[in-house]
């Protein structure tokens, strides 16, 4: 052991300051976020119950539930993620597995890059541009159809790259070792890299689930309802092409600033309904990454 | 590779007919992105276009006159929205920068393991919060906090957006900072600890500057997020057109124009085109900060 | 490894399976079956003034249980989109809280040969609000447009005799408006500020009428205008005269009806031309007492003789 000079001491309280000042930096992000999540859960949560989940609003959202916000959510979720996923994954084993190194696929790279960056809004205007108005679903008013299109482009870029990151993580000797034995760059991928990769894949699309179901501002112009009624509580009960739907996060947004006289708990727990939904969604990739993980063989 | 494979006996020609259909299917969703981003700029420039004949550029980027409904001379200046967006953008910028910074040196100098990958997930769930959450947080929670605290008329203001706005981009800041702060080699550190540097020094000194590129990426990417976000700001800046000359004034953003505006508007209208073309002048804005953040990162694999 | 190469082919034909039984599901007769047993319901596509909205939807969920084979439709979006929905077909019914313009009644005419019908259906009263702690009581139509108006003298409650307005952070009047395509916007913009002016910018535009009363509920400087309807604890309405002088009359059911407050308007449905028999029984029932019911429990004001 050492004997502690004035010097090391010095050089050891700097240290810990060091230490506590960059703790306090992200801590002063993390905290701010727990606080305002628990106090909106504890305002929202007594709203909340079975019924409040399970019934159509009524009375203009005063009272009732949000069932068919939860179900139009699921529907814009689904079909967008539907379309974005098996094209996202494609892209990506383009990107990682065919391309080669040249102009072309720098062009790529950018336009993924720059696909991830653009603003919420402008997908939504590209949306009524290209599929309210231009492939006209539904006699130029606003469909589900259009909205999921519409984040399918914009959760896109974030599907190639989580996917390419999946892909790149398989190591070369697996595909090599594939190749020797006279597979066919498909046969391989389809065997070796796609089943090696998969979780990592899934992970990046699950995760994209809170964020399509968070979105609000592009789906406001190409496919939601503020309030659209439903006949009763089943779960087919919007037409993806000639219907509009409602949608949590729209649902939020018209009870906050719209609704007229309703709880003041309402809104709080529509927000810790969509913040459930998140941490449900983040918390399943994360347990999903964990788990697949721990089964990796390399 | 595919020549190879037709002189195999073995296969069918069906199965090489759906190899060769699933390959090109992936070449052309190899090539979507750069399809989607032409797309993107394609259909907005053109819902917007028509209204270009009759634009007066220098009204529409200067002037602080928005008056798109007016029933005697509609006006269409963009320029306090223009300023609501930049104004919005700097303060939650001069929030997040040290906040963001700090916590991804946190993050990866300080921390180890289970604390490690757990920050990170904590990140990674901050970054997930839909921004409506975030708007109604600014709306109900922050409000009136702000009024109490710091003595304003309003609460919904600059300040409001640009602190929700600073918790928004945080994360993007802290997970692109992180890679930077990872991508730097660990003799840097070895050698700054056997010069007998503190760690503080090594992150002022050594880190910091080794990952200049990276840090400056993730600060642009952070920039283009906030000057893109929506629904926070359209619920959290008071929505007034409106040149700032506090930190708790109103203001109002291109892209809350968009939103609060757009849906009522009727298809084909110069109000609705101009909101096109506001989309338009964003899109622009946000290509030009992502395009440098990229060439900065490309900057420092190369260098 | 073997083991795990064979996961995604035989997990795929079932995760497609899945898809495709979603989709035939959500594809199929969805929105028009319900399971409510009456076989196809007829839809009546009603849209319009997002100011009655609200409104329209009361009268849609109550009328599902008046006429089980109806099912209406109610979307916002303004009354402009309403009537646009009219001229192109897309809507059967629309909700507007202005009159037609003469354009649209020409753009209607031509595309589709024929006149709207127009039916008021009740009334909006636009109150203006100020927090509850404010001790101002009542304004001037004068006054407020001096306050919202582009070349207006009004910006300090000074100005208005008003000093102390408990926990009010500074003298300025923080104006609380709505969003420039709105209804309301528009309404108020007619009687208040002027045609041939501008609102002075910088008021905080505010996208739904609840967030208007919100605001100015939580902001003691603030002054809004927003329906007589949502009206809470934390504002207070002031009463209005035509001008100085003038009594100042609050806004209520009766003051709407003999016409002495002065920011009141019809609302009106539209349809072209004679709606059809369908339509028309909704129209009878919305008018009839069962119907107008729901408007003051909305926060509209109902039709005199009810």
């Known amino acids: ?196 990769s998969i979780s990592g894949i899934l992970t990046g699309v699950i995760l994209q689930v809170s964020r399509t179901a968070g979105e609000t501002a592009p789906v406001m112009l190409t496919g939601v309802a503020t309030y659209k009624l439903l006949e009763s509580t089943g779960l087919f009960l919007y037409h993806p092409i000639r219907d509009q739907c409602m949608a949590l996060s729209m649902h939020l947004y018209y009870i906050a600033t719209q609704a007229n006289n309703v709880p003041a708990a309402t809104p709080y727990a529509i927000a810790t309904v969509l913040v459930g939904v998140v941490l449900v969604v983040n918390a399943a990739a994360i347990v999903f990454r964990i788990y697949l993980r721990s089964r990796k063989k390399w | 590779m595919a020549n190879s494979s037709e002189k195999r006996p073995s296969r069918g020609a069906l199965a090489l007919l759906s190899e060769r259909t699933i390959e090109s299917l992936i070449y052309v969703c190899g090539f979507s992105a750069i399809i989607f981003v032409f797309g993107i700029f394609f259909f907005v420039f053109k819902e917007g276009a028509p209204f270009l004949t009759k634009l007066n550029f220098t009204e529409f980027f200067f002037s602080k006159e928005w008056i798109p409904t007016s029933t005697v001379q509609p006006k269409y200046g963009i320029g306090a929205l223009i300023v609501g967006t930049v104004s919005v953008t700097v303060v939650a910028m001069a929030i997040a920068v040290p906040f963001g910074l700090g916590a991804a040196v946190f993050v990866s100098e300080f921390c180890t393991g289970k604390v490690k990958e757990s920050l990170k997930i904590i990140i990674e769930l901050l970054a997930a919060v839909p921004s409506v959450v975030w708007g109604f947080i600014g709306l109900s929670v922050m409000s009136p906090v702000i009024i109490a605290v710091f003595h304003v008329p309003v609460g919904v203001n600059l300040f409001n957006a640009a602190l929700l706005l600073a918790l928004m981009s945080v994360p993007i800041m802290v997970s692109i900072g992180e890679d930077a702060l990872k991508a730097v080699p660990d003799s840097y550190r070895e050698a700054a600890v056997a010069l007998g540097a503190t760690r503080w020094q090594m992150v002022y000194r050594v880190l910091i500057p080794a990952a200049r590129n990276g840090l400056l990426a993730a600060v642009l990417l952070g920039v283009g997020r906030a000057i893109g976000e929506t629904m926070a700001v359209l619920m959290a800046t008071g929505h007034a057109v409106n040149i700032p000359d506090s930190l708790f004034d109103p203001v109002r953003t291109l892209t809350a124009t968009i939103a609060a505006e757009l849906g009522e508007t009727s298809h084909g209208s110069d109000h609705y085109q101009v909101l096109f073309l506001i989309g338009v002048v964003l899109f622009s804005i946000t290509f030009v900060v992502n395009l440098t953040a990229d060439l900065v990162v490309k900057g420092i694999r190369k260098g | 490894m073997t083991k795990r190469s064979t996961f995604l082919p035989r997990i795929l034909p079932g995760a497609t399976a899945i ?107 636009l109150s203006i609000f100020v927090h509850k702690d404010n001790p101002l009581d009542e304004i001037t139509m004068e006054q407020l447009g001096e306050i919202y108006r582009a070349d207006g003298k009004i910006t300090k409650w000074s100005d208005l005799g008003v000093t102390n307005i408990p926990g009010a952070k500074g003298d300025e009047i923080i104006r609380v408006s709505r969003q420039n395509n709105s209804g309301t916007y528009e309404y108020f913009k007619e009687v208040v500020v002027g045609d041939q002016n501008e609102f002075k910018l910088g008021s905080l535009d505010m996208n739904g009428s609840k967030d208007v009363v919100e605001l100015v509920g939580r902001t003691p400087n603030a002054i809004g205008y927003s329906g007589m309807g949502y009206a809470n604890e934390s504002v207070k309405t002031l009463k209005v005269a035509r001008k100085a002088g003038d009594p100042a009359v609050a806004p209520s059911i009766a003051t709407t009806h003999d016409e002495t407050y002065p920011i009141a308007r019809p609302m009106y449905f539209y349809t072209a031309g004679e709606p059809e028999p369908h339509v028309k029984r909704y129209i009878d029932w919305v008018l009839s007492p069962a119907g107008q019911k729901h408007v003051e429990e909305t926060g509209y004001v109902p039709l005199a003789g009810n």
């Open chain 3, 19 to 125: 898809a495709a039984a979603l989709m035939v599901a959500g594809c199929g007769p969805s929105s028009d079956s319900g399971s409510t047993g009456t076989g196809k319901r007829t839809t009546i596509a009603n849209m319009g003034s997002d100011t009655m909205v609200n409104l329209a939807a009361a009268w849609a969920e109550a009328y599902a249980e008046v006429d089980k084979a109806v099912l209406i439709e109610v979307n916002g979006g303004g009354s402009g989109v309403g009537i646009k929905g009219l001229i192109n077909g897309t809507a059967e019914l629309a909700n507007a809280s202005r009159h037609m313009e003469e354009r649209e009644k020409s753009e209607l005419k031509e595309k589709r040969q024929v006149e709207p019908r127009e039916y008021v259906i009740g009334y909006d009263a």
């Open chain 1, 1 to 196: 052991m050492f004997t502690e000079t004035p010097f090391i001491r010095r050089k050891r309280r700097a240290e810990r300051i060091a230490q506590c000042f960059f703790a306090g930096m992200a801590a002063a992000m993390v905290i701010p976020l727990f606080l305002i999540i628990g106090y909106i859960v504890i305002k929202g949560a007594p709203a909340i119950s079975w019924e409040f989940l399970t019934e159509n609003p009524r009375s203009g959202g005063a009272k009732g539930g949000i069932w068919a916000a939860i179900v139009g959510t699921f529907y814009i979720v689904f079909f967008s993620l539907a379309v974005s996923a098996p094209i996202g994954v494609l892209a990506a084993v383009y990107l990682s597995e065919y391309a080669r190194e040249n102009w072309f696929t720098r062009m790529v790279h950018l336009a993924v890059v720059n696909l991830a960056g653009v603003p919420s809004i402008v997908h939504g205007l590209f949306g009524v541009g290209a599929f309210v108005y231009f492939a006209n679903f539904n006699d130029g008013k606003k469909s589900i159809i259009a909205a999921a299109l519409t984040l399918a482009v914009m959760t896109l870029p974030v599907i190639i790259t989580s996917t390419k990151e999946a892909l790149a993580a398989v190591p070369r000797q697996f595909r090599e070792a594939c190749w020797n034995v006279g597979a066919t760059r498909w046969q391989t991928i389809w065997r070796i890299v796609l089943p090696n």
